[in-house]
């Protein structure tokens, strides 16, 4: 079974600051893998999706990695501002219809 | 914004009783797709669609059942509702099962007392 673990749980920078959150899986074989944002009482926000041959996705300040062999995936943003804060989710598709996900990393960016 | 609408948004209701949660879209796409989020847990699969009619089981199906008789909507029964059932639910849509991303509705937030 899939095993999406998202490091750290949480994180709290000042406004401005580079960061990257982490996301692994345990099954390699995946379709894609992409990233998620939720804000509070709030649905999911798709940012990223990263098909299984690509390497790399960007958008805006964002940008998401993958590594497949090693089973990780990396979301980068850059310059980070208080409305950057929110959880954000990694979820990985291994059969196509279901979406395996983790447990969020919550960031706080302050002013 | 995808044009996914959920309904009711909050419900409150006892334990035994039958509930049905509401998914409606206008993207006029394929696949659609219910999860329930709980702390400790996550986001799971509970039913998806991939056509009027076609439907399937995901992660945690027991005790829920699903319909879709109309390309824009899709229904999630809970026939009699208990308290493991309490937990947010998210509707989701997606123009193909690979490698298009899945977009979310805003979430009913159900609790069986």
């Known amino acids: 079974k899939q095993e999406v673990t998202q490091i750290p749980a949480a994180l709290s920078v000042p406004e401005g600051e580079n960061l990257v959150l982490n996301c692994s899986f345990t099954d390699s074989a995946i379709y894609n893998l992409q990233w998620f944002r939720q804000d509070p009482g709030k649905g999911l926000t798709s940012l990223l999706l990263?098909?299984?041959?690509?390497r790399e996705q960007t958008s805006g300040r964002l940008n998401a990695s993958l590594d497949k062999s090693s089973g990780r995936s990396t979301l980068y943003i850059a310059a980070s501002q208080p409305g950057d804060s929110a959880t954000y989710l990694c979820a990985v598709s291994n059969s196509g219809y279901a979406l395996n996900f983790g447990k969020g990393t919550s960031l706080l960016v302050t002013p | 914004d995808a044009g996914i609408t959920q309904s009711p948004r909050h419900k409150v209701t006892e334990t035994g009783t039958p509930v049905t949660l509401r998914c409606h879209q206008t993207?006029?796409?394929?696949?659609m797709y219910w999860y329930r989020q709980d702390p400790g847990h996550g986001l799971r699969l509970i039913h998806y669609?991939?056509?009027?009619?076609?439907?399937d089981k995901g992660e945690v199906s027991d005790g829920y059942s699903v319909s879709r008789s109309k390309t824009e909507d899709f229904l999630l029964t809970l026939e009699s509702a208990t308290s493991s059932q309490t937990s947010v639910y998210f509707c989701a849509i997606s123009e193909s099962w690979r490698n298009q991303p899945q977009h979310f509705g805003d979430g009913t937030r159900l609790s069986i007392l």
């Open positions: 993207e006029n796409h394929r696949y």
């Open positions: 669609s991939y056509g009027v009619k076609d439907t």
């Open positions: 990263i098909q299984s041959s690509q």
